[in-house]
Nanobody
Framework: VQLQASGGGLVQAGGSLRLSCAAS????????MAWFRQAPGKEREFVAG????????YYADSVKGRFTISRDNVKNTVYLQMNSLKTAEAAVYYC?????????????????WGQGTLVTVSS
């Protein structure tokens, strides 16, 4: 079972990136999914989550209105569209599959994690 995150890179402040997380080895169509991020010297934090069918989404207050999480259960892929990026949002972004159909802000509620994709935001 593998979650493969991709789409990170270098972007200027104010720019946009779209992250993808492709699952292989099993389907996660019944699981909530989420994106977390970890900046250097900081703890990993919840960014966005989506329920099993995409019917509900959840966001950290800091990214509301700028980030959008979505999923395609046919492709077994989750996306994170990030707009108006800030320099402080440079981090390694991780996707994760929740134990339940609804995502959580707590890391302990996730069983499978992707390897992370690096987002660098320049000023």
């Amino acid at each position: 079972v593998q979650l493969q995150a991709s789409g990170g890179g270098l972007v200027q402040a104010g720019g946009s990136l779209r992250l993808s997380c492709a699952a292989s080895g099993r389907t996660f169509s019944n699981n909530g999914m989420a994106w977390f991020r970890q900046a250097p010297g900081k703890e990993r934090e919840f960014v966005a989550g989506i329920t099993w069918n995409g019917g509900n989404t959840y966001y950290a207050d800091s990214v509301k209105g700028r980030f959008t999480i979505s999923r395609d259960n046919v492709k077994n892929t989750v996306y994170l569209q990030m707009n108006s990026l800030k320099t402080a949002e440079a981090a390694v972004y991780y996707c994760a599959a929740a134990l339940r159909a609804v995502p959580s802000t707590h890391e302990a509620e996730y069983r499978y994690w992707g390897q992370g994709t690096l987002v660098t935001v320049s000023s």
